[in-house]
């Protein structure tokens, strides 16, 4: 075998092993990708779960003998700032993952603070069956919301640390790939708030 | 009194989760007798043999500081209740008062599969008609056979052990084309190339030996996973549920 072949078969070679390398990084990426949009899927059914649940608390507040329509104000408010907040799940860019988070959580102190004041002015009906299940289904939506925040960052991390990490960084540039955000605790409450209340 | 939990998303890493066992009733609080358990233990690995619906019950001293209702969650999540397929997992979890931890925390945390069948409203139900009073008493074994005896015929009706079955027929034919994949391509460009080079025997005859070597071990590893899973008597381990915070939890 004459040594130009050699030489061609051997650069041809360590080219096909750099393009393979950049196949199995990309479709890793996609994959790490495809993870992350199911991850945000779930967050917003939960956070959508929230939103439905919402009429059925002003509707049953409503229903309050000596209701006072300020009560609703703040948590109509917060939820239509929700409903402002569009996110376009092929990007879920920092910028865009930050305000969603704050419109978000603006309602979630809208919803804390509503049913404080619910509980407080109308015992009688903070007393019902009928609250009570609502009470827990609010309740078990704000866990839903909790652990899958936690799950879709589970799998950004995932995602950014692979996109980061040098070697498959260049190709990942090359081949359009970007960073995406996070949710973040808010700076005032490191630790759980809990709003608590007796009836 | 109504706990209504705020908790931030949460980057920390200082989540804690009682240790994994193999067992469906895992007391670390001594709160039941040893024949408790194994009649607790019994009747769900009968209803998970049945139904392939798994139920955990886990009661621990502590919760370290973490909300009841998210160490539920995590149990079943990182435990893996319930099957893959169907998310079809429940956790109960006790916190008992202790002179350190001076409060009772009762959860249930529904895996996705079971969120139909047992909505918040229902969960929150079953503890505060159910649980609490026999939980203040220090009764934990009648608490908890009362919950199961409501949730054990809802979640029956839920979908039945034949969807699992027929599940199960999908991923072995699933497993099949993997394997004619895996051993079948390689076995192709081995032929082709042992064709274009006949006089490289050592080549042929090691790839050969790894073929044959591979095909079995896909094949045992696929029937030994279903086995153990089903192999009657015992429990045979958990199915890698998921769980996405439903449920609900009070305090007694």
Redesign the interface.
């Known amino acids: 075998m004459k040594k130009s072949t050699i030489t061609i078969l051997a650069v041809v070679g360590v080219l096909a092993i750099i393009v393979l390398w950049g196949i199995s990084v990309n479709n890793k990426l996609v994959t790490l990708e495809e993870n992350v949009s199911k991850a945000w899927s ?1 967050v917003e059914n ?1 956070y959508k779960r929230r939103m439905d649940l919402i009429p059925q608390l002003v509707n049953t507040v409503q229903g309050a003998a000596n209701y006072e329509k300020s009560v609703l104000t703040e948590v109509t408010n917060a939820r239509a700032g929700v409903q402002q907040t569009q996110v376009d799940p092929s990007q879920l860019s920092e910028e865009q993952i930050a305000a969603y988070q704050k419109a978000q959580d603006n309602l ?2 809208a919803l ?1 603070n509503t ?1 404080k004041v619910t ?1 407080e002015r109308y015992p009688e009906l903070t007393a019902t069956q009928g609250f ?20 879709f ?1 589970e799998a950004v991390q995932a995602y950014n640390t692979k996109l980061r990490r040098f070697p498959a960084s260049i190709i990942a540039g090359m081949l359009g790939f970007e960073k995406k955000g ?5 700076e005032e ?1 490191a630790e ?8 | 009194m109504v706990l209504l939990a705020f908790v931030p998303a949460a980057l920390s890493q200082s989540e804690w989760t009682p240790k994994k066992s193999n067992r469906l009733v895992n007391d670390y609080s001594g709160m039941l007798s040893q024949e408790q358990q194994n009649t607790l233990e019994q009747r769900l690995v009968a209803f998970n043999d049945s139904t392939s619906n798994q139920i955990v019950i886990v009661i621990t001293p502590t919760l370290q500081g973490d909300a009841s209702w998210a160490v539920a969650t995590r149990i079943g999540q990182t435990w893996g209740v319930g099957q893959k397929d169907f998310n079809n997992g429940l956790v109960i979890l006790i916190k008992s008062k202790t002179e350190e931890e001076p409060s009772g925390d009762v959860a249930i945390a529904t895996g996705y599969g079971v969120e139909g069948a047992l909505p918040d409203a229902f969960c929150k139900r079953i503890i505060d008609d159910y649980m609490v009073e026999p939980l203040g008493k220090g009764d934990y074994y009648t608490a908890l056979t009362e919950a199961l005896d409501i949730i054990e015929p809802v979640l029956r009706g839920e979908y039945s052990y034949a969807d699992y079955k027929k599940s199960e027929r999908t991923s072995a034919l699933i497993g099949l084309l993997v394997v004619l994949g895996f051993v079948g391509v390689p076995a192709v460009i081995a032929y082709f190339y042992n064709k274009k080079h006949p006089n490289n025997k050592g080549n042929h005859g090691g790839n050969r030996n790894h073929t044959s070597g591979s095909y079995p071990w896909f094949m045992g590893s696929g029937s030994s996973g279903r086995s153990s899973g089903w192999g009657g008597g015992g429990f045979g381990g958990f199915g890698g549920g998921s769980f996405g915070g439903g449920g609900a939890s009070g305090k007694f």
């Open positions: 779930q939960a979630t102190k804390a049913i509980v009570r299940d609502l009470q827990a289904q609010l309740e078990g939506t704000e866990n839903r919301i909790t652990t899958e925040r936690g799950k960052n996070y949710f973040t605790a808010p409450a759980p708030v809990d709003v608590k209340f007796d009836f």
